[in-house]
């Protein structure tokens, strides 16, 4: 469809073609930059946290929870868990994105294929409990509106409940998915989940 309307519109408006394109590679590269800013930002705070111990405290107050949820994963992986689940929790997706690759890494072991923690772990940070959705608050300011942080209860309430049914879900298609393979639920001796 895109393709077809290039050609459409080259053909029919060639200047106004010339025009969009060009105007689209620009916001592309512009976004890019500014993507790419955000993450080496807040790759280095996460460095910075890692340095300091700042990631070992946040990792210490939610360690309980994570052990219960992801069982059988190392502290790294935790200490990682953790902090992505703090980002999340303050509406600081930039934030968060890296520290979930780091949390996939950590958890995949060098392993090809994905364990039930990482599937876990994909749809809790998907869902991701917002207590204070800065991204969606900013926006709304910006855009003029009254009361921009009006949206904070609906969206508590809104990711808590998807949140705790994604995480239901993917435990039950675990349990599943081993009754299916024949392990009951067992791990086989080299895997860890």
């Known amino acids: 469809m895109v393709a077809a309307g290039l050609v459409y519109m080259t053909i029919t408006a060639p200047q106004q073609a010339f025009t969009v394109m060009l105007d689209g590679a620009g916001n592309a590269v512009e976004l890019a930059l500014?993507?790419?800013?955000?993450?080496?930002?807040?790759?280095?705070?996460?460095?910075?946290?890692?340095?300091?111990?700042?990631?070992?405290?946040?990792?210490?107050?939610?360690?309980?929870?994570?052990?219960?949820?992801?069982?059988?994963?190392?502290e790294k992986s935790l200490e990682y868990i953790s902090l992505n689940f703090s980002a999340n929790l303050l509406g600081m997706g930039s934030a968060a994105?890296?520290?979930?690759?780091?949390?996939?890494?950590?958890?995949?072991?060098?392993?090809?294929?994905?364990?039930?923690?990482?599937?876990?772990?994909?749809?809790?940070?998907?869902?991701?409990?917002?207590l204070i959705p800065a991204t969606v608050i900013g926006m709304r300011a910006a855009s003029g509106s009254a009361d921009a942080a009006d949206i904070i209860l609906p969206s508590l309430l809104a990711t808590l409940i998807s949140t705790l049914t994604g995480v239901l879900l993917a435990k039950l298609c675990a349990k599943i998915c081993a009754k299916i393979n024949g392990r009951g639920g067992k791990k086989l001796p080299l895997e860890r989940s």
């Open 34 to 74: 500014s993507l790419f800013a955000v993450y080496a930002v807040w790759l280095s705070v996460l460095e910075i946290m890692d340095k300091t111990g700042i990631s070992k405290a946040v990792n210490r107050l939610f360690s309980p929870l994570w052990r219960r949820i992801f069982r059988g994963e190392d």
């Open 97 to 130: 994105t890296p520290m979930g690759i780091k949390a996939m890494e950590s958890m995949s072991r060098g392993r090809e294929k994905a364990s039930d923690n990482m599937i876990l772990f994909l749809v809790f940070n998907a869902t991701s409990i917002q």
